[in-house]
């Protein structure tokens, strides 16, 4: 099985500040890397499919980038509608895996 | 606008089995690829399967082989989950999701775009 290993784990951002979430797949996945956004009660959200396609209806704040083993989710302006826990996963093969996800908090 | 909408919470006694629900509006069933996700009480995401266009069939994830079985009922656009030999382990929320795909390269890629609301179950005696 491919591993998703996101880091890091938690982090505290102000309003505004520019902010990278990185995950790493245990082998390469080319470009088959979702992320999506979870807040607390809800289902998960599609912002980004196949590393750094924007989801309809998504903010421009949000974007994808790498490929290979290596990628990152940028906010490029955090919004306090922002706080949630974010997660990575593959779709390169099955069994389809996620990254154990990146809580993010507004300070 | 595709919607989903799941069947109510569960309990049940370990060793009991539970069906999990799924109704669709705003497309049909055969459109669609149908996965279940679940999500235990503070824990992360953990995909159990669905049908994969490109395998032409339901690919279950190995930790539920022989356990879950997945299917669908066309007629009420209604797909279902099954899952047997419950523990206190396969307490979780238990969320299905549309999966389409797209081409990179010579191979595909699927994401998840449209989920459930998703259905609590609890295992406990």
């Known amino acids: 099985d491919i591993q998703m290993t996101q880091s890091p784990l938690s982090l505290s951002a102000s309003m505004g500040d520019r902010v990278s979430l990185t995950c790493r797949a245990s082998?390469?996945?080319?470009?088959?890397l979702n992320w999506y956004q979870q807040k607390p009660g809800k289902a998960p959200k599609l912002l980004i499919y196949?590393?750094?396609s924007l989801q309809s209806g998504v903010p421009s704040r949000f974007s994808g980038s790498g490929s290979g083993t290596d990628f990152t989710l940028t906010i490029s302006s955090l919004q306090p509608e922002d706080s949630a826990t974010y997660y990575c996963?593959?779709?390169?093969?099955?069994?389809?895996?996620f990254g154990q996800g990146t809580k993010v908090e507004i300070k | 606008q595709v919607q989903l909408v799941q069947s109510g919470a569960e309990l049940r006694k370990p060793g009991a089995s539970v069906r999990v629900s799924c109704k669709v509006s705003?497309?049909?069933?055969?459109?669609?690829?149908m996965h279940w996700v679940r999500q235990a009480p503070g824990k992360g995401l953990e995909w159990m399967g669905g049908?994969?266009?490109?395998?032409?069939?339901?690919i279950y994830a190995q930790a539920f082989q022989g356990r879950v079985i997945m299917t669908e009922d066309t007629f009420t656009h209604t797909a279902y989950m099954d899952l047997s030999g419950l523990t206190s382990e396969d307490t979780a929320v238990y969320f299905c999701?549309?999966?389409?795909?797209?081409?990179?390269?010579?191979?595909?890629?699927?994401?998840?775009?449209?989920w459930g609301q998703g259905t609590l179950v609890t295992v406990s005696s």
């Open positions: 082998q390469s996945i080319s470009v088959y």
């Open positions: 999701a549309t999966a389409p795909s797209g081409w990179y390269n010579v191979a595909r890629y699927y994401y998840f775009d449209y």
């Open positions: 196949a590393a750094f």
């Open positions: 996963q593959q779709s390169y093969s099955t069994p389809w895996t």
């Open positions: 705003g497309s049909t069933l055969s459109d669609l690829s």
């Open positions: 049908f994969v266009p490109e395998d032409a069939e339901t």
